[in-house]
């Protein structure tokens, strides 16, 4: 096969380029809690639901990816279930606002997992990392209870053995802790809210009067 | 005696007592122990899941006290989540106390078989660097003499203050406190080249708390056999 020079130069770049992405690598965040969280539970059966949103949502800078949405929900899931008796995974389609399954007292959706991870140097800049959620509760009429925050940031200023000897373990440290800790921060506020607490108490209150 | 019974005896000896010693840690019935560092240093979030510190007290506990079976933070914190985590931890010893009463907690705990947690906290304190180094370089022209170096001398004073909470699982009350604190000065003297000679002070305090530790929890838990 012969190249024309203009055919060789795209080869090239199109060369370059695939290296370029393969050197990107993808982080192994390990996507389950090694036990379940703790929690007061509540005596509901709730739906769960995950954006497309929250589901999909990756960093991807020059040195690596991270499929944050994909390890969220798998937490969530597991969150979720700590929280209510029973859960309920609901299909993708047809949306569940539509209509809420009649044996369902609510539905749970992690609707969104924003993050964001700024590189910086060793000389001054610290690396910084957010995520961001947002949890809502809707009841069985599909009336919003609450809708939670939770958010985590990391700040370090990174010194120049940390990328040296290993970049990947630094960032999934990073990435690891703070999603970690906004996990902790929602399930901490949401044990003590008294909107799902009184939320709880009408549907206790429900299944007694049945 | 002669050089080479004398010597025989003594190898006899030493042999002897570390065979003692030894039967001594196999008999004593272990002890499980969790370590976790509390309070935390927000500004350092990733201590929390293992550090110098927490290697340092696992190795001088097993040196001084092979019956005690250290669980690492990491596993502590992750049976208790989200309840101990940087950001949701308990800030004063009443909240923690608290926090070591609830049913789950305890229940998670007894799981593991352990009986007591250690709760260590401190921090490495460098004011600053005094003295000074000059360094420079230059040729002599065409002659052969010639090169760079530095002369000076500078130090820096370093202190290392550790504490340790024992807090008796049984019935959520601190058993024992124990704190250690170690200062040093590393110095740097230049005479062409700089040569670095820097202080050991969380080394020292860390071997110094983790042998406190070691024994307070040997004794305290020789006090109560009935819970054994």
Redesign the interface.
């Known amino acids: 096969m012969r190249l024309s020079p203009n055919g060789s130069w795209k080869a090239i770049l199109s060369a370059f380029a695939l290296t370029m992405l393969s050197a990107c690598g993808t982080l192994h965040i390990e996507e389950k ?3 379940p ?2 929690f007061s539970p509540i005596d509901a059966h709730v739906g769960l639901s995950f954006s497309g949103a929250a589901r999909t949502s990756v960093i991807i800078n020059p040195l690596f990816r991270v499929q944050v949405g994909k390890v969220s929900v798998t937490r969530f899931e597991q969150v979720f279930a700590s929280m209510f008796a029973q859960t309920t995974e609901l299909p993708d389609w047809p949306p569940w606002q539509e209509e809420i399954d009649s044996r369902l007292d609510g539905v749970i959706e992690l609707a969104q997992a924003e993050a964001k991870f700024t590189l910086g140097n060793d000389m001054g800049h610290p690396d910084f990392f957010s995520i961001s959620y947002q949890v809502c509760l809707y009841d069985s009429r599909v009336v919003q209870v609450k809708c939670w925050n939770p958010s ?1 940031q ?1 700040s ?1 200023q990174r010194v120049l053995t940390d990328f040296i000897i290993d970049a990947g373990a630094y960032a999934t ?1 990073a990435v690891e ?1 703070t999603i ?2 906004a ?3 929602f ?2 506020e949401a044990d003590k809210d008294p909107v799902l607490r009184s939320w709880a108490a009408t549907i206790r209150q429900r299944k007694t009067m049945q | 005696m002669t050089t080479a019974k004398f010597a025989k005896f003594i190898t006899g000896a030493v042999l002897v007592s570390c065979c003692l010693f030894q039967a001594q840690a196999q008999t004593l019935p272990s002890i499980q122990v969790g370590l976790v560092s509390w309070p935390l240093d927000k500004t350092h ?2 201590s ?2 293992g550090g110098d510190i927490e290697e340092c007290l696992v190795s001088r506990i097993h040196d001084v006290a092979p019956e005690i079976v250290l669980i690492p933070q990491r596993v502590i914190r ?6 101990l ?4 931890a308990p800030e004063t010893e009443e909240e923690f106390a608290a926090l070591l009463s ?1 049913e ?2 305890r229940r ?1 705990l007894a799981s593991r078989g352990l009986r007591y947690l250690v709760a260590f906290a401190g921090e490495t304190m460098r004011p600053g660097w005094k003295g000074g180094i000059l360094c420079g370089g230059g040729g002599a022209g065409s002659g052969p003499v010639g090169g760079a170096g530095c002369f000076g001398f500078a130090w820096q004073d370093e202190t290392t203050a550790l504490s340790a909470t024992i807090w008796s699982l049984a019935d959520a009350n601190v058993a024992q406190r124990e704190d250690a604190k170690a200062e040093g000065t590393s110095v740097v003297p230049a005479f062409l080249l700089p040569v670095p000679i820097l202080a050991q002070t969380r080394q020292e305090a860390c071997n110094e708390l983790g042998s406190r530790i070691a024994l307070a929890i040997r004794k305290t838990a020789s006090e109560d056999p009935a819970r054994q």
């Open positions: 809690l090694p036990e969280p703790i985590a990391y370090r440290t802790l970690r800790e996990i902790a921060r399930m901490v | 979030p990733s929390a899941f992750d049976a208790l989540f989200p309840l985590e940087p950001a949701t609830r789950e907690v998670r």
